[in-house]
């Protein structure tokens, strides 16, 4: 059968999109897999169903690169955001369910404004901080993070402890001279560092003011694919109305025998 798909960025994190309201995406691992595959496949970080949902605008369903279901993508949040607006299914303010929960999205122009969930718990250890933002982050800050061996030093804490087998998305930040952070994310399923991570982003922001190396709470975040930015409000040491924003483009569409 013949697969209508589209390809969306969100600084520089790619997604393959599907049009899954009549659920007819024969959804298996190995095929999500070649899909997401760069050399016999479109090539992508995930590939994301936009499906009918009872209680919102529409459900999200995200994939990793290797074929299998994941948490949060808060970049894939804001494609998907996007594309449903491309799509005549949601206008420029929109509700949509996602593993986990219930998202706001904003179409403003350019910007793409994707609501994340509340973060009620920031672990705050010596070298590092650890929160979930939809996905699991663990928030190393550094000097010089262009030096730094994302794929060698990220693979090792992902697999090892406190981790283990679950694993972590890990973050490798720089706080620069005017405050903003530059980031480097090594992402499990992608198994490889990729330009951006929305959730990953979101935990550098809120790290980083967590730890009083910023002093606002709308926090400029410079990714390797681009430049987005958070904004939050903290509510006695939660984080609550937390908002992603940054540009998610279609870069093309087309068919794939599968």
């Not at 095929?31 to 479109?42: T, V, Y």
């Not at 939809?134 to 693979?155: A, C, I, Q």
């Not at 694919?225 to 040491?237: K, Y």
Request: negative net charge; proline residues 2%; glycine residues 8%.
């Amino acid at each position: 059968m013949k697969l209508k798909f589209y390809k969306y960025q969100g600084a520089g994190n790619d997604f393959v999109m599907i049009d899954d309201r009549e659920k007819t995406f024969p959804i298996s691992t190995e095929l999500i897999n070649r899909l997401c595959d760069r050399n016999f496949g479109i090539g992508a970080d995930g590939l994301i169903l936009l499906q009918n949902d009872e209680n919102s605008d529409f459900r999200m369903v995200y994939f990793n690169s290797d074929g299998n279901e994941s948490t949060m993508c808060g970049n894939g949040g804001r494609c998907i955001i996007r594309f449903a607006n491309d799509l005549d299914v949601a206008n420029d303010k929109m509700t949509f369910n996602a593993i986990d929960g219930l998202h706001h999205g904003i179409v403003d122009q350019e910007v793409i404004r994707l609501q994340m969930i509340d973060v009620n718990e920031v672990e705050d250890h010596d070298k590092y901080l650890f929160m979930n933002t939809g996905s699991p982050h663990h928030v190393e800050f550094v000097e010089n993070v262009k030096d730094v061996n994302v794929y060698k030093k990220g693979k090792a804490i992902r697999n090892g402890a406190p981790y283990f087998e679950k694993g972590s998305n890990v973050n490798f930040v720089e706080v620069m001279p005017d405050k903003s952070l530059t980031i480097r994310t090594y992402e499990r399923g992608v198994e490889d560092e990729t330009l951006a991570c929305g959730t990953g982003i979101t935990a550098a922001a809120i790290s980083a003011y967590v730890k009083n190396l910023v002093d606002k709470k709308d926090i400029k975040v410079k990714a390797m694919g681009g430049d987005l930015s958070v904004n939050f409000e903290e509510n006695n040491h939660n984080f609550v109305n937390v908002w992603l924003n940054g540009p998610a483009v279609k870069v093309f569409e087309g068919e794939i025998e599968i």
